[in-house]
């Protein structure tokens, strides 16, 4: 796998599309950010100041107010990759949001999505 420049990639380049995967199937960013909150605990405005500032996905894991203790109950495949056998602890969050948008994109319901 090619940490180094995932983590270096700033979340607001990856950011749309996210959003647009799920407009595409009918969802909305309103989902979407519901997912973001979820798995970081950024709110609306935190959010914000991370794409305002490009900030790069390392600092956006490191600095989310508080990753949910549910993520772990996160599991599937994505990207090629089982993300509960990631070791990485960087990359499985990242790939828990993929995981979750691609939930979100497929039409899974939310309450699933955030493992409730």
């Not at 995932?6 to 995967?21: D, E, G, L, N, R």
């Not at 950010?33 to 790069?56: A, C, M, N, P």
């Amino acid at each position: 796998m090619q940490n180094t420049k995932i983590f270096a990639m700033a979340f607001a380049s990856v950011y749309p599309h996210y959003i647009q995967k799920a407009e595409k199937k009918g969802r909305t960013k309103s989902e979407v950010h519901e997912i973001i909150f979820w798995l970081t605990g950024y709110d609306e405005k935190s959010l914000q100041e991370v794409v305002d500032h490009r900030t790069d996905f390392k600092t956006f894991f490191e600095k989310a107010p508080q990753l949910n203790p549910n993520a772990s109950l996160i599991k599937g495949v994505i990207c090629g990759y089982r993300v509960e056998d990631i070791e990485d602890e960087l990359m499985r969050n990242i790939r828990y949001m993929d995981k979750l948008i691609d939930e979100l994109a497929k039409g899974k319901p939310m309450e699933k999505i955030l493992r409730e």
